[in-house]
């Protein structure tokens, strides 16, 4: 008696991997690369250079001592100081089932957001196709230069002073009408 052996079909398989490969682009995956741009703007508002790179992040995260570290190595430009006035993060985290929405009405939705301390920055997953649209913006202002150290101290004398002079004042006052 001789078995035979069946095969499966996987035909179908083929078929459903061709067909995905319409749809690869549009699922969400981690981002792995950021573009980052560093804006220079002078003391009269004026940006007067951009400096574009793109960096490698791990783990969708740029940590926080990589972040002070580009801070610290960007802040000169053209032998003048800069100093870093706003960090702003781009992340195109949109959901795939949202796509059609956002084509109908981009005011809808809002990806950019200012960043208020210097922290671990962390961009969502996101669609292949977009990926490329993470971003980071570092936005340094000429720092002026004064020829004070610091502000000018104002000296308050303390409520405590203030009322011993009154009664110094006052017991003098009754002193003078006595003579």
């Known amino acids: 008696m001789e078995t035979t052996i069946i095969e ?11 067909t995905d490969k ?12 950021v573009k980052l741009f560093l804006l220079y703007v002078n003391r009269s508002n004026t940006i007067i250079h951009i400096k574009k790179n793109l960096i490698d992040i791990s783990n969708s995260t740029l940590p926080k001592k990589d972040l002070i570290a580009l801070v610290r190595e960007n802040m000169n430009y053209n032998q003048k100081n800069y100093r870093p006035i706003s960090i702003l993060q781009y992340s195109m985290d949109l959901a795939p089932q949202n796509v059609k929405n956002f084509l109908n009405s981009t ?12 922290n671990s920055i962390y961009w969502k997953d996101s669609i292949e ?7 980071l913006y570092i936005i340094f202002y000429e720092k002026w230069h004064t020829n004070h150290k610091g502000t000018k101290k104002v000296y308050i004398e303390s409520r405590r002073k203030l009322k ?10 009754e002193i003078n009408k006595k003579i």
């Not at 196709?129 to 971003?135: G, T």
Request: aromatic share 18%; charged share 35%; proline share 2%.
């Open 8 to 18: 499966p079909n996987t035909n179908w398989i083929d078929e459903f991997e061709w």
């Open 22 to 33: 319409d749809y690869e682009h549009f699922y969400q995956t981690q981002t792995t690369k």
């Open 107 to 118: 005011d809808k939705y809002d990806f950019l957001s200012a960043k208020d301390s210097i």
């Open 129 to 135: 196709l977009f990926q490329e649209m993470n971003s």
């Open 164 to 173: 011993h002079r009154k009664t110094k004042k006052k017991q003098l006052k």
